[in-house]
């Protein structure tokens, strides 16, 4: 049977606990245990998807094309294991199941109610969590903070699941601030006693305490705390600001939490965790050499959350190349002729990445257009690449039309359609790679696997036009023939992409096209 691991936050919101979960998932994965994690997210959307991304940032894709939070990025990036549509949960999609099984008749005609029958919908979520992961560890962080409304079903099916699967199968584990007052040089104990006191009136005692910190804690401190709370003082953890997100990885397993989870689950036999990876990856960071300027033109930009795994993942490729990253953030909605020297002008490279509607697409031609036009790498991403494709046919293959249709649904030369036999293509695909390409060179091979995210695509009408231009090159393609990918021949390095190869770069495992991106820039 899988073992249990649920992540609490108290006191304030961003207190990191999503990190912690993920570090504490990096660490087991390392002693030999197969880690699977999942969010419960007491928001009543069915999913992300349709949320505004300056409200709740990027929407995040699973392999299996489930739209979920961006916390599951930070999950993947951390334990490096493909999560699933069972790794989010919504209020919403709790609410929507138990009404739907209502009106078919399911619950004989009882009278449904949150407890048991919202609780019950929450705990069938972390058995299929684990059935369909066949994983040794579910870690389950619960979203928001003890004592909003909205996470007490969350909370109270949680409460039950040490009932119903045992005590030594699952564990507590609750996150809250350690405030510094600086005036006093001290820190303040009191706010987690009254966070944990709340825990606790919802029949919760936590197990572990991970105390997020601006300085260290002093042992007394941790003493008082554990004495309030009920539990060990080898069970009460710190959490103090770091410089790099991966740093809680080595923290944790420093303080060996690792050793007080596997000891309540009873666990025993399990190699100690080799960290050394992540080490050296901790200190690269922290000596990167040279900077590479990279612009981001997108509708977004003021929200930097709406594009956080693609900032990632232009890290990821700084950091192999020892590089830091600045970003320089383009509102795309600005950008006009006039203008885009001064704004891409001092610019390595340039990234127009995915996005929806209308808005702010003339700033993203025109940005496509100045990297084609003067030979500055560029990179672009999902709407970049149909942005490429219209930004080509009206400036080179001279048709002043073109457009998609997404952006004037009675365009005379549709470059771009909406998807006709499925509405989203999303989630991983297979794609093929045109032989003797950039794209194929760069992966070191034909085959590939990428997530999707787009209703829209090439409309392959236009095939031959483009084929017939010598200078740009259509290389890869999803089953049905559909575009995945363009390049340009003359140019220092210019492709775009359908996909979204930012979901799928880890820090230990860079993705190669923004390694190839960055390195363009450098040698
Ligand atoms: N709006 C475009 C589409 O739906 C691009 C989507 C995206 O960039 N994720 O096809």
Not at 299 to 322: M, Q, R, W
Request: charged fraction near 25%; aromatic fraction near 8%; include cysteine.
């Amino acid at each position: 049977m899988a073992k249990f691991i649920f992540i609490t936050g108290g006191v304030v919101s961003s207190l990191g606990k999503g990190i912690n979960a993920a570090s504490i998932g990096q660490i087991l994965k390392s002693r030999g245990l197969k880690v699977f994690m999942q969010k419960f997210d007491p928001y009543i959307n069915v999913d992300p998807g349709t949320m505004s991304p300056y409200q709740h940032g990027e929407v995040y894709v699973t392999a299996d094309g489930a739209e979920t939070d961006l916390d599951l990025g930070h999950y993947e990036r951390f334990i490096d294991v493909e999560l699933s549509k069972d790794s989010s949960v919504s209020t919403g999609k709790i609410y929507q199941t138990v009404i739907d099984k209502e009106r078919k008749g399911l619950y004989d005609g009882a009278t449904i109610q949150v407890i048991p029958h919202i609780t019950d919908e929450i705990k069938s979520r972390l058995i299929n969590a684990a059935n369909s992961s066949g994983a040794d560890i579910v870690i389950t962080e619960i979203g928001g903070t003890v004592g909003d409304i909205e996470s007490l079903p969350y909370l109270e099916a949680i409460r039950q699941a040490r009932r119903d699967f045992g005590f030594n199968n699952t564990l507590y584990i609750h996150n809250t601030l350690v405030p510094y007052i600086k005036a006093a040089r001290e820190i303040k104990t009191k706010p987690t006693q009254h966070s944990v006191s709340e825990l606790k009136s919802l029949g919760i005692t936590p197990d572990l305490l991970i105390l997020r910190s601006e300085e260290k804690i002093e042992q007394s401190a941790k003493d008082k705390i554990a004495s309030f709370s009920d539990i060990a003082v080898l069970d009460v953890f710190e959490a103090v600001d770091v410089e790099v997100i991966y740093e809680p990885i080595l923290a944790l397993n420093e303080q060996k939490i690792d050793d007080r989870i596997l000891s309540h689950f009873e666990i025993t036999g399990l190699k100690e965790a080799d960290l050394s990876e992540w080490k050296k990856l901790i200190d690269d960071i922290k000596h990167l050499d040279g900077i590479v300027n990279i612009g981001i033109v997108g509708k977004y930009v003021s929200h930097h959350d709406a594009y956080l795994s693609l900032v990632e993942s232009l890290k990821h490729a700084g950091y192999f190349h020892k590089k830091k990253i600045n970003l320089k953030w383009i509102d795309a909605g600005l950008l006009t002729n006039d203008n885009v020297l001064a704004e891409l002008g001092n610019l390595d490279g340039i990234v127009v990445p995915g996005g929806f509607g209308k808005r702010a697409t003339d700033g993203k031609i025109i940005a496509i257009n100045y990297a084609r036009v003067n030979n500055i790498p560029m990179f672009g991403i999902c709407y970049g690449m149909q942005l490429t494709m219209v930004e080509y046919a009206k400036n080179v293959l001279g048709l002043k039309d073109a457009n998609s249709t997404e952006i004037d649904e009675n365009t005379k030369n549709p470059i771009i359609i909406k998807n006709k036999n499925f509405d989203t293509i999303i989630g991983n695909k297979e794609i093929t790679l045109e032989d003797n390409s950039l794209i194929a060179k760069i992966y070191g091979k034909n085959k590939i696997k990428e997530r999707f995210r787009n209703s829209y695509s090439f409309n392959n009408e236009y095939l031959e036009l483009f084929k017939k231009d010598s200078n740009i090159k259509l290389t890869a393609n999803i089953e049905n023939n559909t575009l995945a990918a363009v390049e340009l021949v003359n140019h220092k390095w210019f492709l775009s992409v359908q996909y979204h190869p930012e979901y799928i770069s880890r820090p230990l495992k860079p993705h190669p096209l923004f390694i190839s991106f960055i390195e363009s820039m450098i040698y």
